[in-house]
Nanobody, 119 residues
Framework: QVQLVESGGGLVQPGGSLRLSCAASGSIFSINTMGWYRQAPGKGRELVGTITSAGIVDYADSVKGRFTIFRDSTKNAMYLQMNSLKPEDTAVYYC?????????????WGQGTQVTVSS
């Protein structure tokens, strides 16, 4: 069974920084994509960015230039460095891990960590 555990959320002032971590455990296929998603109150879950096992990264336009995703494959860990935070970045942030197993997409989620940007 695959488990994802996020950490690092909290309260930060506008303009501040925060780093989220996601630790994955279990039987994980080596070719995969990890990603960060977020859900603000009253809104749907949206993509923040993804990183493949090959290190290819993609970001939502709203976070480009402010957020950085990186991973440590030796630890099955992924990180989200968030700089220049804005109140609109307030949301629950979720870690995602997925891969294609034959014709089936294996899709796993963490429990989420709250990020609040407020003065």
């Amino acid at each position: 069974q695959v488990q994802l555990v996020e950490s690092g959320g909290g309260l930060v002032q506008p303009g501040g920084s925060l780093r989220l971590s996601c630790a994955a455990s279990g039987s994980i296929f080596s070719i995969n994509t990890m990603g960060w998603y977020r859900q603000a109150p009253g809104k749907g879950r949206e993509l923040v960015g993804t990183i493949t096992s090959a290190g290819i990264v993609d970001y939502a336009d709203s976070v480009k230039g402010r957020f950085t995703i990186f991973r440590d494959s030796t630890k099955n860990a992924m990180y989200l460095q968030m700089n220049s935070l804005k109140p609109e970045d307030t949301a629950v942030y979720y870690c995602n891990l997925r891969w294609l197993q034959f014709t089936t997409v294996r899709d796993y989620w963490g429990q989420g960590t709250q990020v609040t940007v407020s003065s």
